[in-house]
């Protein structure tokens, strides 16, 4: 789980308290033994199609390149595939969804993803 009040997340993209305020459940990815967040991916149980939506993902600013903070160096890579992992286990350990997620694909990944 991620507090947005409690982890520093004033320097990423998105505005990860909105997400826990619209009610979504909020993963944090960390190091083990490392305080730092690496990643982070909020997510609805959708009971309707037996899924966990992935409503967004997003690596910490010292791993994404698209942020102004990012000196160009990405700490980790691979972020991304992590948080959607995640979103796996969820599916399939907590919610019994055999590991089904769902997802829109918004920037050039929309290809990748095809």
């Known amino acids: 789980m991620c ?3 409690k982890d520093n997340t004033e320097k990423w ?3 990860w308290g909105k997400e826990v305020r619209q009610g979504y459940d909020v993963r944090a990815l960390r190091v083990e033994g490392e305080p730092d967040i690496k990643g982070l991916m909020s997510y609805t149980d959708n009971s ?3 899924s966990v939506w992935l409503n967004l993902a997003e690596a910490s600013p010292e791993n994404n390149k698209k942020n102004p903070s990012n000196n160009g160096v990405k700490e980790y890579s691979g972020i ?3 948080l959607t ?3 796996v286990k969820e599916s399939y350990e907590e919610l019994g969804y ?3 997620v769902e997802f829109e694909a918004k ?3 929309i290809e990748y993803y095809k």
Do not use: Q, R, Y
């Open 107 to 109: 920037t050039e990944l």
């Open 80 to 82: 991304g595939g992590h």
């Open 3 to 5: 507090d947005p009040k």
């Open 48 to 50: 309707k199609n037996l």
């Open 85 to 87: 992992a995640i979103g």
């Open 13 to 15: 993209l998105f505005d």
């Open 98 to 100: 055999n590991g089904v």
